[in-house]
């Protein structure tokens, strides 16, 4: 994952919601580190899962859900730095 670049996208995190009765992980970025990015799909809609690992606890957010190809876009600009 490329760092964060200075004219990045400052993305609208929002707690995490129950939208569908499965979700399924796409892709993911590495689990090694304390941050998570998931590329998420459910109900015909994806949308990216950030999940911050910390000592007291887990810290979970959702994009909005959008259609598949607005999305993989979105989750490319992240991958970028242009987006977070």
Do not use: N
């Not at 090694?32 to 994806?46: F, I, N, R, S, V």
């Not at 999305?71 to 490319?76: D, F, K, S, T």
């Amino acid at each position: 994952m490329a760092p964060l670049q200075a004219t990045h996208e400052k993305l609208a995190w929002r707690a995490p919601t129950a939208r569908a009765a499965r979700v399924r992980v796409r892709l993911h970025t590495c689990e090694c580190k304390a941050t998570l990015y998931e590329l998420c799909q459910g109900g015909g809609l994806m949308f990216v899962r950030w999940t911050v690992r910390r000592a007291d606890g887990h810290v979970v957010r959702e994009t909005e859900w959008l259609r598949a190809a607005l999305m993989e876009r979105l989750w490319q600009r992240i991958l970028l730095g242009e987006a977070r």
